[in-house]
Every structure is written in structure tokens, then in C-alpha cells.
């Protein structure tokens, strides 16, 4: 798409020959004019369109940013650091262990870990705990154990506070029986399944441990799952991509076939290769195309965070809440800030119930400040980035990766775009 920059305006073309215009600091959408478009070729003009424009562009913002609070909302506990599969691309050792194996985490050492995050909710919080691996349902009386405490914490301990839990698990959905589901109802966990895409792609990226296909267990598990859903909370698909599959209308197509509540398509964040690169940006961009409506459109997670921002007006200033917000629990109860680097002992913050506020200094300035976002009309939809994919590829959190910024700038182009022309149509 052919992109012109104002001041706080991105302009854009979209394929129908439509011109759309982002506030990049109040999220808003626009359609603008061809004059408007025709000024931007001479920004040191004073035409009445340019004259125009400026305006939009010095109004004054009525949201705020979204930044971490200055406790710890959302934990994720990495209950296991083994796995039943050997994923090709995985991130976690090859083998789920991140060079740790260990097959279950101390619950009993857990618990005062949880406490003592909780104490220190103020009230009204909510308290997000993610379930890891490994394969996180090789240990499901871990998940109701903790839940279960944390739960009864809020409910008793702090009643006065008004506390909400919820509680997600991330797994390859191999291991749903009868037995583990009756565990995740326990808490009304909700599901987040790991495939990528229909068996024949599934099976050759996802396979065993003994490389035989997994598809039709995961299959038959969901069925399972789906066929008793009371205290079960939202179950959806998340899905990587990169040079191993970039096959994302396929995944796309099949994950609609089996009932889930949403579906999440995400990059390799290991793979910085600008073919694959461009390929997942294609195949996004024609997957939100295939959704015909707001609804549908909504369930890929990328597309409905876009919407939030700009429904709310109420952008990121931090991609995600790493040593701010947010806090990772290795199988072994240590501290980090990020679940990719569990494998590092270097990089733990913590261990118990004991911070190591000075490795986490770093961390105190926004993403946007820290990686010098502050000219990209993107920022708050994006909120500088993952900060492991730019590592991965720069050497540095805050130098972000060109490739990385690229492809987030040219989707968001996409999901502003349907975002006007739904909205325009009133196909809700």
C-alpha cells in the first residue's frame, strides 16, 4: 500500500482506491480526500487541504496509553519442562526442556509464590495465570492445585479487595481425557490449543517424540473437550509460522471447521528470513479478507486487538508487560521476565519469593522510549515490538528488527483498512 506521512497522520491507498488516514497518537480512522491525499505530495504548501489536515493532526488526545501498572497481574508458570512432541521449530531446547528437563514443578513451593503476588494486587485487579510447559497437561493436578489456592485466596484471604482469577493453559492438545478436562474445570480454565494447521501440515511440523503424526489424538481429544464444555472457558488455536509452514489460509480454513472461540497466527519469532516473511504477511492479509463480517473477522486475535485499540482509543505503550506487569515461573520456581529465556539462569530476576528489582531496571521505560519508537505511526497499535524477537536478531531488546517492523506496519495497514470498511458497511 502507498503510505504518506503528516505529522501525526499516516495516509494510505487501499487496493479499492479508497483513501484512509490514522491519528497516530488518538487512534483515529478517516476517510480522507483526493485533495487531501494530492497535498501530501508537498507538505510546504498551504493549501485549504493541507490546512485541513494539520488540524486533525494538533487535536488534542483524550485517552490515555495503556502502560503496566507497577504490580504484577499476569504470571505464567511453566509447570513442566518436558513435552511429548518434538516440534521442528521449537523455541524451548527442541524438547520443551529449555535445557532444564523437569518433569513437574514443587507446587508446595509454588503457593507462596502466588500469595505473594496476590498480596500485592490492589483491588479491583485481575490476577491472569497461564499455564506452560513443556507440555503443561503431563502434570494437570498442578493446574487445579494452584488454581484452586488462588482462587481461594481471592475469595477469602482479601474478600474485601474484589480479586478476579483467570486461568488459560497452553497445549498441544495431545493429552485431553476425561481425567484432565474434570481438572481444568476445576478453575473454568480456558484453552489455548497449539496446531498448526491440517494434518498434513500438522503432522509433519508437530510430530511425536518417535515422529509419528499427532493430529488425529489432538482430534479426538478436542472432540472430547467440546463435547462437554460447561466450566470450561474460551478454547482457541494459536499457530506459528515461518520457513517451516507459511501456509496460514489452510490452518485458517481448517481451524474454522472445529468449533473453537478464536484463532491466533503468529510469526516464528526465531526466524528472521524476509521470504517467509512476506509470505505470512500475504497469506494474513488474504486470510482477513475470507471474513466476511466484524464477528468473524474478530475471532484472529491480531485483527480484534487492532479494533480494541481503536474502539477504545486506548493504545500500547508497552508491547506486552515483561518485568513490569508480567512475570515467568520456571519448573523449578525461578523468576524471569520472559518465557524464552527460562533457559538462561543468568537472566532470572528471582527465585521464591524474592525479586531482584536490579536486573529489572532495565525494564522501567516504556518499550516506545526504550527502542526510540516515538516517530513510527504504528507505535501505539504495536507497542515497540516483542522484545525477544529483536534480540534474536539484533543482539539488543530495544534495537528493533527492521524485518519485524516492517511486517507489523504492513498488517496493521491491513486491519485498519477492514476496520474502516466494515465499519462503513455496518457488517457487524
Same mark, same amino acid.
Given at each position: ?106 507446587? =508446595? ?9 496476590? /498480596?500485592?494486587?490492589? %483491588?479491583? &485487579?485481575?490476577? +491472569?495465570?497461564? *499455564? ?124 474454522? =471447521? ?9 510469526? /516464528?519469532?526465531?526466524? %528472521?528470513? &524476509?521470504?517467509? +516473511?512476506?509470505? *505470512? ?139 474502516? %470498511? ?7
Amino acid at each position: 500500500m502507498d503510505k504518506r506521512i503528516y505529522q501525526n497522520i499516516m495516509a494510505f491507498k487501499t487496493p479499492a482506491g479508497k483513501i484512509l488516514g490514522l491519528h497516530s497518537r488518538n487512534l483515529e480512522v478517516a476517510e480522507l480526500s483526493e485533495e487531501i491525499w494530492a497535498s501530501l505530495t508537498d507538505t510546504q504548501s498551504e493549501s485549504e487541504a493541507l490546512l485541513e489536515l494539520q488540524d486533525w493532526s494538533q487535536e488534542a488526545s483524550h485517552q490515555t496509553h495503556v502502560s503496566a501498572p507497577d504490580y504484577i497481574k499476569s504470571l505464567s508458570i511453566n509447570v513442566t519442562q518436558v513435552c511429548n512432541l518434538h516440534c521442528t521449530y521449537c523455541a524451548a531446547g527442541g524438547d520443551g526442556t529449555y535445557g532444564s528437563p523437569t518433569k513437574k514443578i514443587a507446587v =508446595e513451593k509454588t503457593i507462596p509464590q502466588i500469595k505473594w503476588l496476590m /498480596d500485592r494486587l490492589p %483491588s479491583n &485487579a485481575t490476577f +491472569s495465570i497461564n *499455564f506452560l510447559g513443556g507440555e503443561p497437561l503431563l502434570y494437570p493436578e498442578a493446574l487445579s492445585a494452584i488454581g484452586e489456592y488462588a482462587l481461594s485466596y481471592a475469595q477469602t484471604s482479601a474478600p474485601e479487595k474484589n480479586i478476579r482469577v483467570q486461568f488459560n493453559v497452553v497445549t498441544n492438545g495431545t493429552l485431553f481425557t476425561e481425567k484432565s478436562i474434570a481438572e481444568l474445570k476445576k478453575i473454568n480454565c480456558s484453552i489455548t490449543l497449539s496446531l498448526d494447521g491440517p494434518p498434513e501440515i500438522n503432522d509433519r511440523v508437530r510430530p511425536t517424540l518417535a515422529g509419528a503424526g499427532a493430529t488425529q489424538k489432538i482430534l479426538e481429544g478436542l472432540k472430547l473437550l467440546l463435547s462437554s464444555r460447561q466450566g470450561i472457558g474460551s478454547i482457541g488455536v494459536q499457530a506459528v509460522f515461518g520457513k517451516h509452514n507459511c501456509e496460514v489460509v489452510k490452518a485458517y480454513q481448517f481451524f474454522r =471447521e472445529l468449533g473453537l472461540d478464536w484463532y491466533e497466527f503468529n510469526y /516464528d519469532q526465531t526466524n %528472521s528470513d &524476509a521470504v517467509s +516473511s512476506e509470505k *505470512f504477511e500475504r497469506e494474513l492479509t488474504a486470510v482477513a479478507a475470507l471474513a466476511p463480517t466484524e464477528v468473524e473477522l474478530r475471532k484472529i486475535k491480531f485483527f480484534n486487538q487492532v479494533f480494541t485499540h481503536i474502539d477504545s482509543q486506548r493504545g500500547l505503550n508497552n508491547f506486552c508487560g515483561s518485568g513490569k506487569s508480567y512475570l515467568v515461573l520456571d519448573a523449578q520456581n525461578r523468576a524471569f521476565t520472559c518465557p524464552w529465556e527460562v533457559n538462561d539462569p543468568k537472566l532470572a530476576v528471582g527465585s521464591g519469593t524474592e525479586l531482584d528489582l536490579k536486573k529489572m531496571q532495565h525494564l522501567d521505560k516504556t518499550q516506545l522510549e526504550a527502542n526510540n519508537c516515538g516517530t513510527c505511526w504504528a507505535r501505539h497499535l504495536c507497542g515497540g515490538g516483542c522484545m525477544y524477537a529483536h534480540k534474536k536478531v539484533t543482539g539488543s531488546k530495544h534495537n528493533p528488527d527492521v524485518l519485524y517492523c516492517d511486517r507489523t506496519r504492513n498488517l496493521l495497514s491491513t486491519a485498519i483498512m477492514h476496520y474502516e %470498511s466494515i465499519r462503513s458497511s455496518g457488517l457487524q
